[in-house]
């Protein structure tokens, strides 16, 4: 392998992370001003006079319609189809929510103020959707929805590491783990007074958590080694500056767009509805939550589905289609500790064991609670299983390369084999193991050897070079 292929392999995530940082963060919050914000005026004689002053100030920055009166103008903003409602006159009143950002509103009572007539008295603005106090800048829900966000993400992470769990038990994980954050969460947002005590945020801050970290569970066996890349740069990249820390009407429209399907920019929607809106524009948010929960769901059922089929063409001797895909792997995790299985063969649903076999007596009998040691190539020991009834074992999470397979049994003489791992294949590595007869020789001496933990066992002699293979 070239050393610029290296090179490329080694860079690669870092590089697209901080390209992504620097094409998404900077555009979308460096200078935020209004986009096609929605506004109505309460006169359709004042519209065309509104509409001209703001186009000249902020050319598509504002999407001005009339409305017959002054209470639908109010009622526009409190249901949600709207950032402000003006209503002209000789006490003209601009009607905002501080709920939807203080530099929206600030940006909005600056530009009416102008809009009034010399002849009116001063603008009134009245603040429709006051946050609490201790949010004076509305921002608060995106930075707790922040929290749930992103370890979304690291559960499924950490879940690629747990090679014995089926997917049934990683979603019950996923799910217990999303309750237990929401909670937590909202816990301390409202002991801290950040939020208002409404239970219906504990809701949504699940469907945050449970959709990031099904999706992205779905998403890993499809995307491989370029998951971490894939996965922060929905989750983090994206999804950060569009959450709502810059007021979403303030973002330009690419960026606007991207938070009307992004998971996090949907729960801080729904969250802003249901804590300061009385529940106006939810049901859009929670259905979006819910489209990429079952957009997982359906990953996770396609993976399972390519599993089995690839497990049924190894059975007839077909090569898999997926023999040289590479691993997944994230590099903010260690390499998967290999651990061992039930030696019952690979259900539907299951994680597919590296290595399996099966330990028999000199008679071909199934032998019991035979241990089976593999080692790499220095001599470490891997992992330690144990034969079942049926003298089957199985192993899964091993590294990739040639490995040292040792099956032992008091009384019997120990045998060895030697395999070579490579993805997409399950290895077989068969024993037979003869009892010791009054003549045979005693066992060979053992050997120290160093766990991964740094605990000393023992190891039989170097394997022949004529050793099975």
Not at 50 to 79: C, I, K, N
Not at 379 to 403: I, W
Request: charged share 15%; proline share 8%; aromatic share 8%.
């Amino acid at each position: 392998m070239s050393s610029v292929r290296i090179l490329a392999e080694t860079l690669w995530f870092p590089v697209a992370l901080f390209l992504g940082f620097l094409f998404c963060f900077a555009p979308a919050l460096h200078a935020p001003q209004p986009h096609h914000a929605k506004v109505v005026v309460a006169s359709r004689a004042q519209e065309a006079r509104v509409e001209t002053a703001l186009r000249r100030q902020y050319p598509g920055g504002f999407d001005v319609t009339a409305v017959p009166y002054a209470r639908s103008a109010r009622q526009a903003v409190l249901h949600r189809r709207a950032v402000a409602g003006y209503v002209g006159g000789r006490h003209p009143v601009l009607y905002v929510a501080r709920a939807n950002g203080t530099s929206l509103m600030q940006a909005l009572s600056k530009e009416f103020t102008g809009l009034t007539s010399a002849r009116s008295g001063p603008l009134a603005v009245t603040d429709v959707a006051p946050t609490v106090s201790k949010d004076m800048t509305g921002t608060t829900l995106a930075y707790l929805g922040t929290a749930w966000n992103i370890p979304g993400y690291l559960v499924a992470t950490t879940l690629l590491r747990a090679v014995t769990f089926s997917r049934r038990r990683k979603l019950l994980t996923i799910a217990g783990v999303a309750a237990l954050f929401a909670g937590l969460g909202d816990l301390v947002g409202v002991g801290l007074g950040y939020l208002p005590n409404d239970p219906a945020a504990l809701g949504i801050a699940f469907l945050l958590t449970t959709a990031v970290a099904t999706f992205c569970s779905g998403l890993a066996p499809f995307t491989r080694q370029f998951f971490p890349g894939v996965g922060m740069g929905l989750f983090i990249v994206l999804s950060t500056p569009t959450s709502g820390v810059a007021p979403v009407p303030m973002l330009p429209a690419f960026f606007q767009h991207v938070h009307h399907v992004m998971p996090l920019g949907n729960a801080v929607d729904a969250l802003r509805g249901v804590l300061y809106f009385h529940g106006a524009g939810v049901l859009g948010p929670v259905l979006v939550l819910c489209a990429w929960i079952t957009a997982g769901g359906g990953l996770l059922g396609l993976d399972a589905w390519r599993q089995h089929r690839a497990a049924a063409r190894r059975d007839t001797g077909a090569e898999s289609d997926d023999a040289a895909a590479p691993l997944v792997e994230d590099p903010s995790l260690e390499i998967a500790t290999p651990v061992a299985m039930p030696g019952r063969g690979h259900h539907f649903g299951e994680p597919v064991p590296s290595l399996v076999g099966t330990v028999r007596d000199g008679a071909l009998l199934p032998l019991r609670h035979v241990a089976v040691t593999v080692m790499d190539n220095s001599g470490r020991q891997l992992v330690r299983a144990a034969t079942n009834a049926r003298g089957e074992y199985a192993v899964a999470g091993l590294p990739l390369g040639d490995v040292t397979v040792v099956a032992s049994s008091p009384g019997r003489r120990p045998q060895v084999h030697r395999r070579l791992l490579e993805q997409g294949s399950v290895v077989r590595a068969d024993f037979t193991l003869r009892g010791r007869c009054g003549g045979d020789a005693p066992s060979p001496t053992a050997v120290p050897v160093r766990r991964a933990s740094g605990e000393l066992t023992a190891r039989h002699p170097p394997v022949p070079a004529d050793a099975d293979r």
